[in-house]
């Protein structure tokens, strides 16, 4: 299937090209920096140059004599107002201009706003701090050494690195599983420090009206309606004076779940100017400042028996989170949904240990397509069950079919307790296995090693948990996290849906459609989706961890459901029967045993709104709303083989060949999903050969531009093979899991355990990613890859 085909409106569920693609193939997308508004002025950050430093003095005289500088606002001025400082979504707290040290390079020290934005950026250089520089913390194994200096100490008492150790798990039957076992296999990793890295930077322009009060504030937010309440309980807006609007967002990723010092300089710019002001970073402010993501340094273990029976999994990691502990995650789990870790296998045992750690580097540690954690979890053990594998030379593929949990064993309460709702794993696996040609590909295999060339196939299968809550769980901030949907049906029988999740590229404005299209009968054509903008769409906790189509996406078919029932009274009043006797086809209700006997859908919408009488104590209309807070995350699933070419003369890596099986329960629309999928097969491929967010010793960022920071593209993927299995959901309305992040998550391991295959003949049992030629080249020479 492709994207671009002419094709017909289904429906409901099928494939259906992108409503919203009408204005984005056109150039007619509003982004926020397309947003000018009278008046505005422009805002721009100066950053630390220094990891680690003192701030002495910070003179802002020749900056503010600037002909077209309008105001530099600094953390003294911030301090005034009690604004220097911010909540984080981890109940840390992160400067907003720093006020006694620098933290990173390229943390927020001053804000300028001026006429334009070049002349915000040339008063920039004008202004004159003085630093005094401190050693830095680059190496979070070291963030914890007696020796370390103390970065956060503006936190009372606070006399190390440390930010949480939490664990997950039954450690004493883990040290008995491993006591007992045969074969025990350790592997030291990293999961590097990656970046998002949305086509469109982040940025905001706020605007406050004097006369009203009114905040309006267009800004890149994955989550209009948690930073509304943020921003009312930093800055004390009354909530109901804020407006968020999240106009067309240029790919999220994770990037802009949280609230950055931009946006808050922003808003207290236009309260101290009386101006709109916009502020707009540029890409290397986004790769130095922004949310990051992994940055996990794992040890794990897996024990097993000889014969390749997995019996338990231990792991200890070190979590570096920077200089703020800004991660975005449900309050509970500190280290995301890492307690997954489990995987998709049947043992006896597991224990895992995270220690969160201070380092002197950008904030953030949740982002870039991860469920919370779950690309971590996942690399981890797909990589621990290769190197299990290794160690007994036995087939990675044939030991995972092994161990794999079995579909008689769903609903399934895992060792570290989560409850996964629904799958068949060993059919997806098979599928994916038959698909890519597994046997031949082995042979094809040996018989190259035979000539020395050096190819590799890797496998890996995952499991996620996606759709956060329950609210009772899960909340960011003390905000429970369930999500809304409105649906209303006009009296012509045209559609508006409002809903309280925020599209960064997903498509959401077509699927939502096609949800209330499969459970009402009006066409995708004939709905509208209105989201992102905190006055007309109710209130929820957003769009990350791949929650939409699990929460608002079940929101939105409870809704339609209700406007249906409501609907059925309608038809029994206009039909002169008992509501009883009125069965449903998809669009009309029609009397049982008289199928011509029936209304549509539109003819009900009109009477709805008309003088038809109603039966006592029922409303008119066609609106209903629905609050979903789920009763248990979503588990997609998925079997992924990867194969590859590895060049001995270069280190160059070669993708070949790729087949994802995916299961995300029903598919609304195969194409999105598809395209979902893609794009996180091309992510993965990036993180396993070119993607590190690299420091040097001083704390110096190296990953400042796309000339250091690599994206992959077309050259580098292949033509991706897919394929599905469909396990519904079963506590899902309408059996869907999400999709937005799987590739991401379950690509990784597959191109690294194919590369870690084909250098098998030079003896190398694992590589830490990114596997860029020259790191693979070093491993033929024999020298272990490290990052
Ligand atoms: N879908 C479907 N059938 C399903 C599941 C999903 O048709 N069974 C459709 C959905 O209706 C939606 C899309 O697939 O249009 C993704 O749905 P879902 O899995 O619910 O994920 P979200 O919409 O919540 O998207 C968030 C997820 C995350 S967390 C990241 S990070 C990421 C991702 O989506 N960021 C993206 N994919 C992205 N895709 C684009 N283009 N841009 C981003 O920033
Ligand atoms: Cu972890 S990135 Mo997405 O959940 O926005």
């Not at 309050?331 to 969160?356: I, M, N, W």
């Not at 791949?546 to 809704?559: E, F, I, N």
Request: aromatic letters at 8%.
């Amino acid at each position: 299937m492709t994207a671009t085909e002419e094709r017909p409106t289904p429906m409901g569920y099928g494939p259906m090209n992108r409503k919203e693609d009408a204005r984005f193939v056109r150039g007619h997308g509003t982004y926020v920096d397309d947003i000018v508004l009278p008046g505005m002025l422009h805002g721009a950050v100066l950053r630390s140059p220094y990891a680690h430093a003192r701030i002495l003095s910070v003179d802002t005289s020749a900056a503010q004599a600037h002909p077209k500088v309008r105001a530099v606002i600094t953390g003294e001025t911030l301090a005034g107002l009690n604004l220097a400082w911010m909540p984080t979504l981890s109940h840390d707290v992160q400067a907003v201009l720093a006020t006694d040290k620098v933290r990173f390079q390229g943390q927020e020290v001053a804000f300028v706003i001026a006429d334009d934005r070049y002349s915000a950026r040339d008063a920039l250089e004008l202004i004159d701090v003085d630093y005094e520089p401190l050693p830095p913390v680059v190496d979070a194994r070291k963030a914890l050494d007696a020796d370390a200096p103390v970065i956060r100490d503006d936190l009372e008492g606070r006399t190390d690195n440390h930010i949480f150790d939490w664990e997950t798990g039954d450690k004493t039957a883990t040290d008995d599983v491993f006591g007992r076992a045969e074969v025990v296999a350790a592997q030291d990793m990293l999961y590097p420090r990656v970046h998002p890295a949305p086509m469109e930077t982040c940025g905001a322009v706020a605007d406050l009206d004097k006369i009203t009060g009114k905040l309006t504030m267009y800004t890149t937010t994955q989550a209009p309606h948690a930073h509304r309440t943020v921003y009312a309980m930093v800055a004390g807006l009354p909530e109901h004076k804020i407006r968020i609007i999240s106009p067309d967002i240029g790919g999220g990723f994770g990037n802009k779940v949280g609230i950055y010092p931009g946006y808050v300089c922003a808003i207290v710019g236009s309260i101290v100017t009386g101006k709109p002001v916009k502020w707009m970073e540029d890409r290397s402010e986004n790769l130095m400042s922004t949310s990051f993501a992994r940055d996990y340094h794992m040890r794990g273990e897996i024990a097993a028996t000889r014969e390749g029976k997995i019996l338990g999994l231990r792991v200890k990691v070190i979590a570096d989170h920077g200089a703020f502990n800004g991660t975005a995650q449900p309050t509970k789990f500190p280290a995301g949904f890492f307690g997954v870790f489990t995987g998709s296998y049947d043992l006896e045992a597991a224990h895992c240990e995270v220690t969160g750690v201070y380092t002197n580097k950008a904030p953030g540690g949740v982002a870039y397509a991860c469920s919370f954690r779950i690309t971590e979890a996942v690399y981890l053990v797909e990589r621990l069950v290769d190197v299990l594998a290794y160690d007994l030379g036995v087939d990675p593929a044939e030991l995972r079919m092994r161990n794999l949990l079995r579909p008689e064993q769903f609903p399934y309460e895992s060792k570290t307790g989560w409850e996964y709702d629904s799958g068949d794993y060993p059919k997806a696996l098979r599928l994916a296995l038959e698909q890519v040609g597994y046997e031949e590909l082995r042979a094809e295999q040996a018989a190259k090693r035979e000539r020395g060339e050096l190819m590799g196939i890797g496998v890996s299968f995952f499991t996620e948990a996606v759709g956060a809550g329950p609210r009772k769980h899960m909340d960011i901030l003390g905000l429970g996290m369930a999500d809304g949907a409105e649906l209303r049906v006009h009296p012509t029988g045209k559609a508006v849906l409002r809903l309280s999740c925020q599209t960064q590229g997903q498509g959401h404005e077509t699927t939502f459609a096609q949800i209330v299209a499969e459970e009402l009968g009006i066409s995708p054509d004939d709905i509208d989706v209105v989201h992102g903008d905190t006055d007309q769409t109710p209130f929820g906790l957003g769009t990350y961890g791949s929650r939409s189509t699990p929460v608002s996406g079940a929101a939105t078919a409870v809704a339609a459901r209700r406007v249906r029932e409501r609907a059925k009274i309608v038809a029994s009043a206009m039909l002169e029967v008992s509501p009883d006797d009125l069965e449903w086809e998809k669009g009309r209700w029609f009397v049982k045993g008289d199928p011509s006997a029936s209304k549509t859908i539109s003819e009900i919408a009109l009477a709805a709104h008309a003088d038809l009488e109603l039966p006592e104590g029922v409303e008119g209309h066609l609106d209903a709303a629905c609050v979903y807070n789920p009763p248990n995350l979503t588990y997609p699933f998925g079997a992924y083989v990867c194969v590859v070419d590895v060049d001995a003369e270069t280190g160059q890596v070669k993708v070949r060949k790729f087949v994802a099986v995916d299961d995300c329960g029903v598919r609304i629309n195969p194409i999105i999903v598809e395209g979902q999928v893609h794009g996180g097969l091309a992510d993965g491929v990036g993180m396993a050969l070119m993607q590190v967010m690299a420091f040097d010793e001083d704390g110096n960022h190296l990953g400042g531009s796309f000339m250091d920071y690599l994206l992959p593209t077309s050259m580098e993927c292949p033509s991706w093979e897919l394929g599905e299995t469909v396990t519904p959901s079963p506590h899902h309305p309408i059996g869907a899991k999400g999709i937005g992040e799987s590739a991401t998550v379950g690509s990784p391991a597959a191109v690294v355990n194919a590369v870690v295959d084909a250098l098998r003949p030079h003896g190398v049992r694992h590589a830490d990613m990114p596997l860029t030629p020259a790191a693979v080249w070093r491993a033929t020479q024999g020298d272990p890859i490290r990052t």
